[in-house]
T-cell receptor
Framework: QKEVEQDPGPLSVPEGAIVSLNCTYSNSAFQYFMWYRQYSRKGPELLMYTYSSGNKEDGRFTAQVDKSSKYISLFIRDSQPSDSATYLCAMKPHGNNRLAFGKGNQVVVIP | EAGVAQSPRYKIIEKRQSVAFWCNPISGHATLYWYQQILGQGPKLLIQFQNNGVVDDSQLPKDRFSAERLKGVDSTLKIQPAKLEDSAVYLC????????????FGPGTRLTVL
């Protein structure tokens, strides 16, 4: 079993729709949870960061962490064509800088 | 603030050849990371430096991969000899200090091994 599972299937949505992405994980030591956005031929950039369980909102983006279920989610409201990218979940335990990444979800927002 | 710089952006070599990648982190960032991202996968950490010392190289294939950060700033990653399965994007990232949560990534070097 991989440490982080993320269904890599491409996702196409119409502009204005809600995008829902999720990851599951197996390592109960993970404490820090992140979502990175990666545009084509660019490096990943940090989008959302959450410590332990709970929700975090930043503009149109909401990150949720449910440690009891080992499940994290990212929601994008009012999606825009500029949101078209690959979204990677990543996580790490306390005191360790090694990020464990999911495979990434390619999202296409159709105008 | 200038971002993480990497060169070259693209490299095509034949198997068994050697190749080197260069990274210049954000000024003042003490921690530097090299990741390998195979097509359709998330990045995998190869090596982490704190200043010029290695913190974690447990996932670096040491029989063919090497990396150095001699003066605690720039870093080079070398593959010798390359194999077909080394075809990937090699990402460099830096963070202000060890334990700092945000890692800033460069654009990567796309390596194709024929």
């Amino acid at each position: 079993q991989k440490e982080v599972e993320q269904d890599p299937g491409p996702l196409s949505v119409p502009e204005g729709a809600i995008v829902s992405l999720n990851c599951t994980y197996s390592n109960s030591a993970f404490q820090y949870f992140m979502w990175y956005r990666q545009y084509s031929r660019k490096g990943p950039e940090l989008l959302m960061y959450t410590y332990s369980s709970g929700n975090k909102e930043d503009g149109r983006f909401t990150a949720q962490v449910d440690k009891s279920s080992k499940y994290i989610s990212l929601f994008i409201r009012d999606s825009q064509p500029s949101d078209s990218a690959t979204y990677l979940c990543a996580m790490k335990p306390h005191g360790n800088n090694r990020l464990a990444f999911g495979k990434g979800n390619q999202v296409v927002v159709i105008p | 603030e200038a971002g993480v710089a990497q060169s070259p952006r693209y490299k095509i070599i034949e198997k068994r050849q050697s190749v080197a990648f260069w990274c210049n982190p954000i000024s003042g960032h003490a921690t530097l990371y090299w990741y390998q991202q195979i097509l359709g996968q998330g990045p995998k950490l190869l090596i982490q430096f704190q200043n010029n010392g290695v913190v974690d190289d447990s996932q670096l294939p040491k029989d063919r991969f090497s990396a150095e950060r001699l003066k605690g700033v720039d870093s080079t990653l070398k593959i010798q000899p390359a194999k077909l399965e080394d075809s990937a994007v090699y990402l460099c990232a830096s963070s202000l200090r060890q334990g700092e949560d945000e890692q800033f990534f460069g654009p990567g070097t796309r390596l194709t091994v024929l």
